[in-house]
């Protein structure tokens, strides 16, 4: 802190006679300073005075009339001593530095430096701001496929980059914000940051049973299978309008079977078609996308659920308007034996129809409620097509229905196995030390989210989707609902992590796969004791997003080289999975990953890669599906190349042009983090992943 006493006046600093008759006319100071930009302006030094008592202030300083004259003390260094006459801003703040060290006031310089660091990043923020806008305006980044070209795409994906500027610069702690910065780690939908929420499992029954309001009317409960068809697309469109990750039915053929009583299956067809269309043309976020909906089914035995199941798996399979494959929803049914795992059981017929449609569309995947990590929970246990997972909840019975992800991020393991250099000790202290930050991060987030008010998101909360919104009014704060969600910490590249600490690429030993399973179940053993801590719903998530794997390598290469088998390709491997390139068993592959899923207790998938649409083995898909089951997997997938002929409709493997009638405009569609989505929206990093993908043999 600067007192008066430790002051020294002008006079003192310099002894020789110049720097006293300079004294004499300090008053007029310079005349002109030179900006960053190169700009001359007239220089002001009350800008130097209150840039000085802002860093004492920092400190508990309080005397302004010192901040001047330090600041005179500044001019007459630069005049004097450096014998500058066009000082550049630069000259003046090493020079501010510099005659505060020397003068006694340590800390004062420290506050200034550190200002001057901020200011210097929000500088160069809005810089990097301004080049991400000019990109945008040519066209929109690809880190999320379902983001189109539209003009109302590129203003989203604009108001997006100021936020995240904002967010960095203003709201988030410094240690947090620079970490991600740097590329430790990733805080996930930056943009929305604290805007909204992630996702939600909708309570679909109890919409459709009161009737809900979307601002502008009340809409009155459905009485036949399609107006309640139409309403659960108006209902996933006005959900996501509120929030900014994905929209779900948790138990849609259940929720739907009220509404079909009188209803042919005819009727019933069209409602689930209708529905399909709706959901891949029905926009929101200001036009930008369409809804990321993923639905729930395959429990359902009542005459009304499987009438549902049925027709949305044929209406799915029959395609769009001229035979394409529908990129929404993502549909994942639920595999339970005496339910419809076994010949006899009641549904097994609609999970053989599921495998059929698989085989064709990579759409319905399967989660598995016998595991042993969701069986507790007799089929309540929803996923989404990400692979979120939401079930255990501190505050109230486990639960899918009204509950979702409020935040997650993700942190760079593989960077923090480089930085080793295979010491594990080294490792896993490190690796405390990031999960703590992050931890605190997430918390930070959270405290911001509480305050949020329900009218910030009067569909969500006005309308009681979320648990215990029911009674809020619109200027009550949402913490008493948000609660009931959970905090995800998320990683990526643990193939690459393992190849860092040991040099061997061996994934799929015995000794990598003990170390990839120490390491996650130590995170995952962190974030339950962070979930005491907090007593919060603390989750370990394994990461879905592809475009960070690219955005963390691309930083880390720059840093650390082109390290052979970890930085030299253009992504990380996908969480946990062994990586796309190696040829493996679709048995072994279930083996080794599926230990994974009980400890990533916020989410996960496994996928098997096929070269081509199994159409014609459908006995070969339905073992695939048994070898998951068998596995302990939670969530798993299919998937093989789709591609279409957008002129003829041929469907099938096509290299180049259409083999039938010889067009170029072939529609691509492949799975990436989960959901279905055209090869033409996918960044470089996922285009590297895809062509590295190897079909998994003997299935």
Do not use: W
Not at 401 to 411: C, E, K, P, Q
């Amino acid at each position: 802190m600067m007192n008066r006493n430790q002051v020294r006046k002008p006079t003192t600093i310099f002894a020789d006679e110049k720097t006293r008759s300079f004294n004499q006319e300090i008053e007029t100071s310079f005349q002109l300073i030179q900006k960053r930009d190169g700009r001359i302006v007239a220089f002001n030094i009350e800008k130097i005075s209150n840039a000085i008592f802002r860093a004492a202030q920092a400190v508990g300083g309080d005397d302004a009339e010192k901040a001047r004259e330090l600041a005179e003390a500044v001019v007459i260094y630069l005049k004097v001593e450096k014998q500058i006459s066009l000082p550049a801003v630069e000259d003046v703040q090493d020079a501010v530095e510099k005659i505060l060290i020397e003068n006694g006031h340590a800390r004062t310089a420290k506050a200034y430096i550190l200002y001057r660091d901020r200011r210097t990043r929000i500088r160069e923020g809005k810089s990097e701001l301004m080049d991400t806008v000019a990109d945008i305006l040519v066209e929109t980044n690809r880190e999320n496929a379902n983001v189109g070209n539209s003009p109302s795409a590129k203003m989203l994906q604009i108001a997006s980059a100021a936020s995240r500027h904002y967010y960095l610069s203003r709201l988030i702690p410094e240690d947090m914000s620079q970490a991600h910065r740097n590329g430790d780690i990733h805080i996930h939908d930056l943009d929305f940051y604290a805007k909204t929420l992630t996702c939600l499992q909708i309570p679909l029954r109890k919409l459709l049973h009161n009737g809900f309001n979307t601002g502008h009317g009340f809409i009155r409960p459905p009485k036949r299978a399609m107006s309640a068809a139409a309403l659960a697309a108006i209902i996933l469109q006005s959900s996501q309008n509120d929030m900014h990750g994905g929209q779900s039915f948790a138990f849609f053929d259940r929720d739907m079977a009220d509404f079909v009583s009188g209803s042919g299956e005819g009727e019933i067809y069209q409602a689930m078609e209708g529905l399909v269309y709706n959901l891949n043309s029905m926009h929101s976020r200001a036009g930008s996308q369409v809804p990321f909906s993923s639905i729930n089914l395959g429990c359902d035995t009542s005459q009304g659920g499987r009438a549902i199941t049925r027709n949305l798996l044929l209406a799915y399979e029959k395609g769009m308007g001229k035979g394409e494959t529908p990129i929404f929803p993502n549909i994942i049914f639920r595999v339970k034996r005496g339910i419809n795992f076994e010949p006899g059981d009641p549904n097994y017929d609609l999970f053989r129809l599921a495998i059929r449609v698989a085989s064709t569309r990579m759409n319905p995947t399967f989660s598995f409620m016998d595991s042993t990590f969701n069986r507790e929970f007799g089929t309540e246990v929803a996923y989404m097509g990400c692979r979120t997972r939401v079930i255990s909840d501190r505050y109230g019975e486990a639960v899918s229905d009204g509950r979702g992800n409020l935040s997650f991020t993700s942190i760079n393991l593989p960077r923090l196995a480089i930085k080793a250099k295979g010491n594990l000790q080294t490792f896993f202290s490190n690796l405390k030390e990031i999960l703590v930050l992050v931890s605190r991060q997430l918390y930070q987030r959270y405290q911001v989210q509480s305050h949020l008010k329900v009218r910030d998101m009067p569909f969500l909360m006005g309308q009681g989707l979320y648990l215990d919104s029911e009674n809020l009014r619109p200027e009550d704060e949402i913490l008493s609902a948000i609660r009931h969600g959970t905090l995800s910490i998320g990683f990526i590249g643990l193939a690459e992590t393992l190849h860092a600490l040991t040099g061997s690429e061996n994934y799929e030993g015995p000794d990598l796969q003990a170390l990839g399973l120490e390491i996650v179940r130590y995170m995952r053993q962190v974030t339950d004791h962070f979930s005491d801590q907090y007593n919060l719903n603390y989750t370990l998530l394994a990461t879905p997003a592809e475009g960070l794997s690219g955005r963390f390598v691309g930083i880390d290469r720059k840093q650390f080289g082109a390290i052979p088998g970890i930085t030299d390709k253009a992504y990380y491997t996908n969480s946990y999975h062994v990586p796309v390139s190696r040829k493996i068993s679709s048995f072994n592959k279930m083996r080794i990953e599926a230990p994974y899923h009980a400890l990533t207790n916020a989410g996960h998938i496994s996928y098997i890669e096929l070269d081509a649409p199994p159409v014609h083995n459908l006995d070969a898909v339905e073992a695939m599906v048994r070898t998951m089951a068998a596995a302990d997997i939670g969530y798993g997938g299919i998937n093989f190349p789709i591609d279409e002929c957008h002129f003829c409709g041929n469907r099938g493997v096509i290299e180049s042009e259409c083999p039938v009638c010889g067009s170029m405009d072939i529609h691509r569609v492949r799975r990436i983090t989960g959901y279905l989505s055209t090869v033409d929206r996918f960044n470089e990093a996922k285009k590297s992943e895809l062509d590295d993908r190897r079909s998994h043999e003997n299935f």
